[in-house]
């Protein structure tokens, strides 16, 4: 039995046109980084919606320009193969036969499995001329669950999630700890040490980001203020109503320009 599961994630991982599209979808999945930091950018200048300065605003951005809803299918298209790769991490990949390895690393697959499925359809909403708002939706996921039996501790429970989830990503930025992702043995030392600031600045700047968010979302059940359930369009805000807001702002946008560069470095060298 086991050995047919390791055969089968042997033939997942070893076919050719998953891994290859898996590999555009990292570049795509960058470009939406670089769209939402270049938005950051024009937010704190004063240029642009705030309300824009999230994945569907990139994903609208990118729609209206000439070919953009091609692009934007490719990029629905790199993003799925991304969410299936991951998905085949989750039921046969590991980390060895270690629980204390396997799970995390289970459950880590798993979580992006969901995020390359959700910016896969914000992609196609896109490309469909469906033009919608991330803060909106999930304002409305959040009316709805707060009205449950028991809604207001579900929305708390997945707002320190995601708090953890911003924490975790900080310490991986902080440690600089990519050698999981990317083989950094392939690498020459220049290129080796420009993925590790890449890396270290994407990192940090998206957990920051995600600890706002999921600060948002607690707050949101504590209050019942249903309107400070924002993405990261609300987390970039908040950073902007800060003292010295539009120089963080900027900070931020170079953070996730960073990221995007770091994805796109990705599809590259990174392990599959």
Request: charged share 15%.
């Amino acid at each position: 039995m086991a050995d047919n599961a390791e055969e089968t994630a042997e033939q997942v991982g070893d076919n050719r046109p998953v891994r290859r599209l898996a590999r555009v979808g990292l570049v795509a999945y960058g470009l939406v980084h670089l769209l939402i930091g270049w938005t950051a950018f024009r937010v704190a200048l004063g240029a642009a919606d705030p309300r824009s300065a999230d994945t569907s605003g990139a994903m609208n951005a990118l729609a209206g320009q000439p070919l953009g809803r091609v692009l934007l299918w490719l990029v629905a298209a790199g993003l799925l193969a991304l969410a299936l790769w991951q998905a085949s991490e989750v039921v046969w990949g590991g980390g060895g036969h270690e629980l204390h390895r396997r799970v995390p690393n289970k459950v880590t697959s798993a979580c992006r499995a969901v995020v390359y499925l959700v910016l896969a359809g914000s992609a196609v909403s896109a490309a469909l001329g469906t033009r919608s708002s991330s803060s909106g939706k999930q304002q409305q996921a959040a009316s709805g669950v707060l009205a449950l039996p028991g809604g207001q501790v579900l929305v708390v429970a997945v707002g320190l999630v995601i708090v953890g989830v911003g924490i975790g990503m900080i310490v991986k930025g902080v440690a600089v700890s990519i050698g999981d992702e990317i083989d950094l043995a392939a690498m020459s030392p220049s290129a080796r040490e420009i993925a590790r600031r890449l890396g270290q600045t994407g990192y940090v700047t998206k957990g920051v980001a995600f600890t706002i968010v999921g600060g948002l979302l607690g707050y949101t059940a504590v209050t019942f203020d249903r309107r400070k359930a924002q993405g990261l369009d609300g987390a970039l805000q908040t950073i902007l109503a800060q003292p010295f807001g539009k120089y963080l702002l900027i900070v931020a946008a170079i953070g996730f320009a960073c990221f995007g560069l770091y994805a796109m470095l990705q599809s590259r060298f990174r392990r599959m």
